[in-house]
Antibody, heavy 124, light 111 residues
Framework: EVQLVESGGGLVQPGGSLRLSCAAS????????MNWVRQAPGKGLEWVSY????????YYADSVKGRFTISRDNAKNSLYLQMNSLRDEDTAVYYC?????????????????WGQGTLVTVSS | QSALTQPASVSGSPGQSITISCTGT?????????VSWYQQHPGKAPKLMIY???NRPSGVSNRFSGSKSGNTASLTISGLQAEDEADYYC???????????FGGGTKLTVL
């Protein structure tokens, strides 16, 4: 069974830092590209960042570029999001989400599995 | 403001059909067959319902279907049931620097 479990959320002051983790199990983590998606309270989904299976390709939303860093450790089956210079508007539930993949290993642009999310609150 | 435009809300009675639209541009919805749809119940993680415009993952009811015409994709739910009441989001690959975009979400109410 595919499982994605996020951790590391909490309360942080504006300007502070936080590191989120996503522990993956039930699939060959090193074969899949991964994403972070967030949802502010009462708002819609916002894609945050993408990392390819080998970490060779990374993308960020304009809203977090230069402040957030995505990374992964395939040996530990883990995905990370380092968040610096946090702002009030970064308050959200952060989900890690797996990209689909074909039987030939080609990345598909949809999120087939999601974690349950971890809440990040930025407030003084 | 979301990159893809969805109606804020739709409603229907049990047994009826509804359609949710998702409008983008030629850089996303119109340019690629990489539109997906997600269902989210309150307090829960999103669930994939449709991928690549019209494909259903294993386990998703065939009452859910997807289509696309030009820059607008659509999700149709037939034979509405009470458990379909949820928020629905479309998403697409985009050729812009941000790679992926979501719609603002549509709240479905089953009357």
């Amino acid at each position: 069974e595919v499982q994605l479990v996020e951790s590391g959320g909490g309360l942080v002051q504006p300007g502070g830092s936080l590191r989120l983790s996503c522990a993956a199990s039930g699939f060959t983590f090193s074969s899949y590209s991964m994403n972070w998606v967030r949802q502010a309270p009462g708002k819609g989904l916002e894609w945050v960042s993408y990392i390819s299976s080998s970490s060779s390709t990374i993308y960020y939303a304009d809203s977090v570029k230069g402040r957030f860093t995505i990374s992964r450790d395939n040996a530990k089956n883990s995905l990370y999001l380092q968040m610096n210079s946090l702002r009030d508007e970064d308050t959200a539930v952060y989900y890690c989400a797996r990209d689909g993949i074909t039987i030939f290993g080609v990345v598909k642009y949809y999120f087939d599995y999601w974690g349950q999310g971890t809440l990040v609150t930025v407030s003084s | 403001q979301s990159a893809l435009t969805q109606p804020a809300s739709v409603s229907g009675s049990p047994g009826q059909s509804i359609t949710i639209s998702c409008t983008g541009t030629s850089s996303d919805v119109g340019g690629y067959n990489y539109v997906s749809w997600y269902q989210q119940h309150p307090g829960k993680a999103p669930k994939l319902m449709i991928y690549d415009v019209s494909n259903r993952p294993s386990g998703v009811s065939n009452r859910f279907s997807g289509s696309k015409s030009g820059n607008t994709a659509s999700l149709t739910i037939s034979g509405l049931q009470a458990e379909d009441e949820a928020d629905y989001y479309c998403s697409s690959y985009t050729s812009s620097s941000t790679l992926r975009v979501f719609g603002g979400g549509t709240k479905l109410t089953v009357l």
